[in-house]
């Protein structure tokens, strides 16, 4: 697993030619998965990525895209999180992320954290995640 601020300038390596071409600097995400990955101004899908958590991020550029378009890549970090009633629960600290680019926790400025599977979406004026059914209960 790895923090999104380890991951957020860590290099980027394209493993056909074994050299850096630039740093991450931001995630594109569908629902709780990254789906797409900022590197030098360019957004490359996160199925051509062989690992998230690793000392650096290795890809392979010429794995297509599967599906339409691709989310654009963000630093989330500073969002706020709104539940799907709008109800405002807090600001993204950070996310801990997996190998295989899943969210499993957003961190929140508070020092709360909500699960991963939560997230729905992350636009530029928040984050959007399901409502807490054991809070409604």
């Known amino acids: 697993m790895i923090q999104l601020s380890a991951l957020i300038g860590r290099n980027a390596m394209d493993v056909t030619t074994a050299t850096t071409v630039g740093v991450v600097t931001g995630i594109g995400l ?5 789906t797409s990955v900022r590197v030098h101004g360019e957004t490359i899908a996160a199925t051509s990525v062989r690992g998230f958590d690793g000392d650096v991020l290795t890809y392979e550029p010429t794995v297509a ?4 378009v ?3 890549p963000i630093d989330p970090r500073g969002s706020k999180v709104l539940d799907r009633h709008g109800d405002c629960l807090g600001t993204i600290k950070d996310l801990t992320i997996t190998g295989e680019g899943v969210v499993e926790a957003v961190l929140l400025d508070d020092g709360h954290a909500l ?3 939560r997230l729905q979406v992350i636009g530029s004026y928040a984050a959007i995640v399901s409502v807490d059914d054991a809070a409604t209960a």
């Open 30 to 34: 569908t629902g709780d998965r990254i």
């Open 65 to 68: 895209a599967e599906g339409s």
């Open 70 to 72: 691709q989310p654009t």
């Open 115 to 117: 699960h991963g599977s």
